[in-house]
């Protein structure tokens, strides 16, 4: 019997299946830690969708006027009100991380271990930072009088739903910050290299994780621009 | 179907997990085997909790002078059954026990792609299934809310269990979410990346097809659940208004308002109708092989099938609103859906058809998991068709929320996948333990179950026409409002309980007793031609296959070709190595 890499393949759509469903892999030179984690945040996707689909509604069936946004999330500096100011500076930071997040994958690959180790680690540093101001925010929206369940400035809906979608998102910088500065560490101690089994899953790691990680961190970086849309300009 | 070029191998041998201690190896273990072992004993377990429960119910409703629960009792019990059954017990069962234990066998891999996320992912399902019944023992009891756990009367004071119950419910919901999460990436990325050489995409038995898409439906449509739990819970603990309106109650205004309970509806039943095909496809899929086994016949038209799966799955996303013609929703989004409903069965006839046809004129062998097969096809035909009626608005209307609407969805997702189940555990117990569960209790278990739930559920259609209402715990004594006729039915129905009941007891008996003493299975006892029987041991050992991985050669479906000398040809023979029967110089041409 015959063995051959090549098989002939048909035109249009029909090649088009046939060569997705071709044995052994749908994504070809897709690792599986890569291909998982695409799937992973397409679930998180829908679970986005529907907290910001569940805000417009809430938003709609609420009798009480919303809260004015400009007004609600502005930052005094010297005694002038600025609209927005701390949210600039959040997103700016964020998109920030996206970059030098990319920078670390890159390195990763070039296997510049020292390179991509302190990239990580810096991109881990600015995710802080932003949960950091993300606490201020909240701080300074509670001393205002702002809760879950009340809202002194309008609809308590406001309240509610900013607390639960910018906790949720919240949670997700912080796990991957959590993350970032795990695989800095091992990246740093050259795990990667050496082919050093993971604590848990007692498998050896390889670069590739560090792009697997990346594109958690990017999408979490694009929820960011939507949840700023929605809730800070409408 | 056969392909002699078989591409090389493009995936690397990952090395397997050796556990270490017996702790390892037998209880945190990563072998998808045992953990599919261990999600179906769970599921079992639990399950077992919700028939115990149907039968307090079904001696309620008989025999109401006896008040062996009360009415509060009763909406508790209907809840949990309902939630475990659906949720617990068949997503847990058909995903989590067969997708574990047939994915990695029946592509060809050695296991899970992320074995130690498995480990997890069944240990998550174990803490959401114990929270989930630890609320059987907290003050207030479990919740009482209905399955659908419709706001704003889930969490208000007056519906049993809105002390604790219900938190504990919305929390193991979001726990098991978590689990099936890691479980699911995992069943996926196998599936789509860790196939052996040969197997296609379009080779692959249609179980897999079934977990597969059920699988990519689950992450899809949970997260809709996950959001509407965590919102619950808010307004039961943080008091937010997500889900709930202005209120008053006792003469008190309550300090919700403005909220939509009709959005949680949308929610839940967004992913409430795809959790239909999530426990439908699966089952879909090993009936399709399970009959082309044993009757000997390739499956009839097996691509159409594959898209008949699919088709179904993406249909399943937009015909939610069927649930909610009563509502108060626009009354044009009654159109629409019911529109989508009748459109989406369309490919579901059709899989039907296809699997009459795979028996036609097939070698049909009357085995135990062939009548589960023919159990399952009329039953869900029947309750395909009692949905037609409820997926027209002005039909469902008067039939909203009568005994009908519970006969059909027993029908068609309780007893219609729970025959599937049954039947492929009679098919797959000698792989699983190298035995044969005996096979007198096996028909006698068959023929009490499904003539059983026939009369159980059949006459429940004739409850509804006259108006018996669903989730009432006692009919009341107006021969007006409830005939002497339907009263007398309702003993009747019981009674059928009952013994549906009694003969899951010789089922699980049989299971255990086989188990330790069942005559040993000789290898592939039904002469299947899928992977899973194809391997070395039977059972198969850790790591699945002996030291190469299995080359395929054809697809599942090679049953009775003509000139070949057995009646089916294993995947992994290539044509030159089959047997040819006397008188034909090739596979299919005879000698001249
Ligand atoms: C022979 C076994 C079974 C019996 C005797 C049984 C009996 C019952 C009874 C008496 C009710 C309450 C009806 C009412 O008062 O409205 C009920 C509800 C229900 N059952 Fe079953 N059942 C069985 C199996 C199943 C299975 C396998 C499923 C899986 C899908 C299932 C799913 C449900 C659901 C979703 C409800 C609705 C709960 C609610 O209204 O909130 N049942 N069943
Ligand atoms: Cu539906």
Redesign the pocket.
């Known amino acids: 019997m015959s063995t051959t890499s090549k098989i002939p393949l048909k035109d249009g759509v029909e090649g088009f299946v046939s060569d997705w469903s071709s044995d052994q892999r749908a994504f070809k030179g897709v690792p599986w830690g890569k291909a998982m984690m695409w799937i992973f945040l397409l679930s998180d996707t829908f679970i986005f969708s529907i907290f910001l689909i569940s805000y417009m509604t809430a938003r709609w069936s609420t009798v009480e006027p919303w809260p004015n946004t400009s007004e609600v999330f502005s930052l005094t500096v010297n005694g002038v009100s600025v609209p927005l100011l701390l949210i600039a500076i959040m997103t700016f930071i964020l998109i920030t991380s996206s970059g030098t997040m990319a920078m670390a994958v890159r390195s990763g690959y070039q296997k510049k271990r020292k390179q991509a180790g302190a990239l990580l680690l810096l991109t881990a540093i600015l995710g802080m930072s932003f949960v950091g101001m993300q606490m201020f925010e909240w701080s300074k929206l509670i001393s205002e009088g702002i809760r879950p369940w009340e809202n002194p400035f309008g609809a308590r809906q406001f309240g509610s739903v900013f607390f639960m979608v910018t906790g949720f998102h919240g949670v997700h910088v912080s796990v991957g910050v959590l993350f970032l500065f795990l695989t800095s560490r091992k990246v740093f101690r050259g795990d990667y290299d050496t082919g050093r089994r993971g604590f848990f899953t007692w498998q050896k790691g390889r670069y590739e994780i560090i792009e697997t990680l990346g594109l958690y961190w990017h999408f979490v970086d694009l929820v960011w621009v939507f949840i700023f849309a929605f809730f800070y300009l409408w | 179907m056969s392909e002699s070029i078989i591409p090389e191998s493009e995936l690397e041998e990952v090395e397997l997990y050796h556990a270490k201690s017996w702790w390892t190896e037998k209880v945190f273990t990563q072998d998808a085997k045992l953990i599919a072992i261990q999600y179906g004993l769970t599921a079992f377990a639990i399950g077992f909790v919700a ?1 115990v429960l ?1 039968w307090f ?2 001696i309620q ?1 008989a025999f109401p002078e006896l008040s062996i629960i009360s009415e509060g009792t009763y909406y508790q019990f ?2 949990m ?2 939630m475990i ?2 949720v617990y017990l ?1 997503t847990a069962l058909f995903l989590g026990a067969f997708g574990n234990y047939m994915i990695p066998l029946m592509v060809g891999a050695r296991d899970m792609v992320f074995p130690y996320l498995n480990m997890v992912s069944y240990w998550t399902y174990l803490v959401a299934v114990l929270v989930l019944f630890v609320s059987f023992f907290t003050p207030g009891g479990p919740t009482g809310a ?3 756990l419709y706001p704003p009367q889930a969490i208000l004071g007056g519906t049993p269990g809105q002390e604790s119950g219900i938190i504990l419910m919305l929390v193991s919901l979001c726990i098991f979410i978590v689990g099936f999460t890691m479980g699911g990436l995992n069943y996926v990325i196998t599936i789509l990346q860790a196939r052996t050489r040969g197997m296609t995409l379009m080779r692959m038995p249609l179980t897999v097809w079934g977990i597969f898409t059920a699988t990519v439906l689950a992450l899809f449509a949970f997260p809709a659940l996950f959001v509407s739990a965590v919102m619950m819970l808010f307004d039961k603990i943080l008091l937010t208004s997500f889900f709930m309106p202005a209120l008053v109650e006792f003469g008190e205004n309550l300090t919700y308002g403005g909220g939509s309970p009709i959005l949680f509806q949308h929610l839940f039943w967004f992913f409430g109708h795809p959790e239909v095909y999530i426990v439908a496809l699966p089952a879909f899929g090993i009936v399709s092989d399970l009959i082309s086994i044993h009757a000997r016949k390739n499956i009839f038209g097996f691509r159409m099938m594959v898209w008949a799966i699919v088709g179904i799955g993406a249909l399943s996303f937009i015909v939610w609103a069927h649930h909610m013609y009563v509502s108060g929703m626009n009354p044009y989004f009654g159109f629409f859906f019911a529109t989508t409903t009748l459109i989406i069965a369309v490919p579901t006839a059709l899989k039907v058809y296809n699997w009459i046809l795979t028996l036609w004129k097939g070698n049909i062998n009357l085995t135990i998991p062939m009548l589960f097969c023919l159990g399952f096809i009329v039953t869900f035909l029947n309750g395909g068709l009692t949905g037609l009626f409820l997926g027209n608005v002005i039909v469902d209307v008067p039939l909203s929320d009568t005994y009908f609407v ?1 006969a059909h ?2 029908m068609v ?3 219609a996948p ?1 025959l599937v189940i049954l039947g492929a555990i009679y098919h797959w117990f000698p792989l699983i333990t190298g035995k044969m569960l005996h096979e007198g209790m096996g028909r006698f278990h068959f023929w009490v179950t499904f003539v059983g ?1 026939y009369l ?1 559920y059949f006459p429940m259609h004739y409850l509804g026409f006259i108006g018996v209402p ?3 715990y006692e009919m009341g004594q107006t021969e007006a409002l409830y005939t002497s006729s339907a009263a007398d039915l309702n003993v009747f129905i019981t009674l059928a ?1 009952l013994a ?2 009694f003969a899951q007891l010789v089922f699980i008996f049989n299971v255990f007793w086989s188990a330790k003493r069942g005559i040993i299975a000789e290898k592939n006892p039904w002469n299947a031609t899928s992977l899973e029987w194809q391997t070395p041991e039977q059972p198969p050992i850790h790591g699945n296959f002996g030291k190469e991985l299995p080359v395929v050669y054809r697809w599942a479906y090679d049953y009775s070709v003509p000139g070949a000398e057995d009646d089916y040809i294993p995947q992994d023979v290539p044509n030159e190595d089959v047997k040819l029967a006397d008188g034909y110089s090739e596979l299919g041409v005879e000698k001249t």
């Open positions: 028939l149907s119910m079904r409703i209907i809840t059954h309902g059954m659906v068949l209905g399955w659908t519970v969805f027993h997702m309780g007893i729970v739930s159980i669903r989730r009432y309980a549906v009941g």
